[in-house]
């Protein structure tokens, strides 16, 4: 628990995001992908936590979360996770101009930044401050940022990433081209609202181990909702750059 | 007294930490799953007749043995032995390649051996050819760093009140047993072995050539590769640390290849 809680989603959130983008990658895409990374997506998810306090990579430290406004909106601190998403996939456009080393880099860092953006503890907004309790399992605590980044582990014990892909990639081509309308921005927006509302699932300081399951269920849904909304929309960004 | 009893339980806790098994189960396991992707029709066949499973279900079985009475002299199995040349030449029983080629043997002379002594001695194949590929598992004479020793590395972070690096103690053998795969989380030993083929496919032919004995010196150069400008309590960076990736990913594919040719070989 204590290497997941130390990252965003912790590496099994990310893994399982790039896990189920990768099942949604055209063969073309795919083989973009393996091409520049020599890795699968998952094996490479969590490379922007390992590599952020290595020059020159410091400086991506601060990609990791997003701010939104009072009407939900991407906050152009330039430090957003999305605006640099936005800013990738535009350089994307002309990948074959940029070295193999380059690609991979832009690669690893959108399908982290991809993750981030939809994990609940990444996302602030004004007023959220007070409205992020921390919570308590088996008696240790887990303040308002690690719940969020440790929730794929505790939420489902002992499930791997095939688990997560098996358990909830389970929509229909429709819905999944229903979750991937719009902009990186829109989907910001979308999970900015959202996320106004996690710090009324669980009382502050509540012990994870007693509590209701119904609230513990309102957790898990969440939690699923954004890692597969995330390797959804991760995965029809990496479709449209490699087409 | 209680100081020389803390002393004394440091050392143990120490020198139990630094005779650690090779490969954590994700390890072995990676190993078995691609060797077995990897293995002939008639290889394939044999492994399920014999085992009753994969090898990946046989993967463990060789450590369990180390803990019981009877059978803990097998705990020097699980080392390789190279000359100051780094060649392996060995020839007492204490040595992984020693008893790869005598399991090799068993296999290969089925008809002589028990049902029961040719599963053991399979399952001791696939524990072995993987601990003849994790670098801390290999001994090269005048080298007393191979034994093991401490080091730390930076995590990336600094303290908050003295602005500091912070650095934490690691064994070598805890970073070679499989530390690296907290850098991937949530994988099965089936996927974790697809990336490794596909990270390593270019050296699959060349890695899968050539005798244990050649595979263990082969493992002796990068072994010493890995313990160049490196000592007790050296203090590496965190590139440093995020770069034993590599060698670790070259380590899983040539073991899981090489069980695989070497099964092939057998069962031909």
Redesign the interface.
């Known amino acids: 628990m204590s290497i997941q809680s130390a990252m965003a989603w912790g590496g099994l959130g990310h893994s399982a995001i790039a896990y189920i983008a990768e099942q949604h990658l055209t063969d073309e895409a795919k083989a973009k992908c393996h091409h520049y990374l020599k890795h699968s997506l998952a094996y490479d998810s969590s490379w922007m936590d390992h590599w952020r306090n290595v020059e020159p990579f410091c400086e991506t430290s601060y990609w990791h979360c997003m701010k939104g406004d009072r009407d939900n909106k991407v906050i152009d601190d330039g430090r957003s996770a999305p605006l640099h998403i936005v800013r990738i996939c535009k350089e994307m456009k002309n990948y074959k101009r940029l070295s193999d080393e380059q690609i991979a880099i832009n690669l690893k860092l959108l399908i982290h930044m991809a993750g981030d953006m939809h994990c609940p503890s990444h996302v602030s907004y004004p007023g959220q401050g007070f409205k992020r309790p921390s919570l308590y399992i088996k008696g240790r605590k887990y303040n308002s940022h690690a719940v969020w980044d440790a929730s794929p582990a505790y939420l489902h014990p002992g499930w791997t990433i095939v688990d997560y892909q098996r358990n909830l990639d389970n929509k229909s081509a429709k819905q999944i081209k229903q979750i991937c309308k719009g902009t990186p921005c829109d989907w910001a927006e979308e999970c900015i609202l959202k996320m106004r509302v996690t710090g009324y699932i669980f009382d502050r300081n509540a012990e994870f181990t007693k509590m209701d399951e119904a609230t513990i269920e309102k957790m898990r849904r969440l939690n699923d909702e954004q890692i597969l909304n995330a390797g959804y929309r991760l995965a029809s960004l990496l479709n449209k750059m490699f087409k | 007294m209680k100081r020389f009893i803390k002393y004394i339980a440091i050392v143990a806790l120490t020198a139990l930490a630094l005779e650690a098994a090779a490969w954590n189960k994700m390890g072995h396991e990676t190993i078995a799953a691609l060797a077995e992707q990897n293995l002939s029709p008639e290889a394939k066949a044999e492994v399920t007749k014999l085992l009753g499973g994969n090898l990946k279900s046989g993967a463990m079985w060789l450590n369990t043995l180390r803990k019981e009475e009877a059978t803990k002299h097998t705990a020097s199995w699980h080392h390789t032995h190279l000359d100051a040349a780094g060649r392996s030449t060995t020839t007492t029983e204490g040595d992984a390649v020693v008893q790869i080629e005598r399991c090799a043997n068993i296999l290969r002379n089925a008809s002589t051996h028990s049902r029961n002594e040719q599963v053991e001695a399979l399952k001791t194949i696939v524990h072995l050819v993987a601990d003849l590929h994790c670098i801390h598992h290999i001994r090269i004479e005048g080298e007393p760093l191979t034994d093991g020793f401490r080091f730390k590395y930076e995590?990336?972070?600094k303290d908050k009140k003295s602005g500091e690096k912070i650095a934490v103690g690691i064994n070598w053998s805890t970073i070679w047993g499989g530390r690296m795969f907290?850098?991937?989380?949530?994988?099965?030993p089936e996927?974790m072995a697809?990336?490794m083929a596909?990270?390593r496919a270019e050296h699959k032919e060349a890695w899968s050539q050539g005798t244990p004995r050649e595979w263990a010196a082969d493992m002796g150069v990068a072994t010493r590769k890995q313990l160049e400008g490196m000592k007790p309590g050296i203090v590496i960076?965190?590139?440093q640390f995020?770069l034993l990736d590599a060698p670790h990913e070259d380590c899983l594919a040539k073991a899981g290849w090489r069980l695989a040719a070497l099964l092939n070989n057998i069962y031909k």
Do not use: E, Q
């Open positions: 995590t990336g972070k907290g850098h991937h989380v949530g994988f099965t996927l697809d990336d596909l990270c960076t965190r590139k995020n």
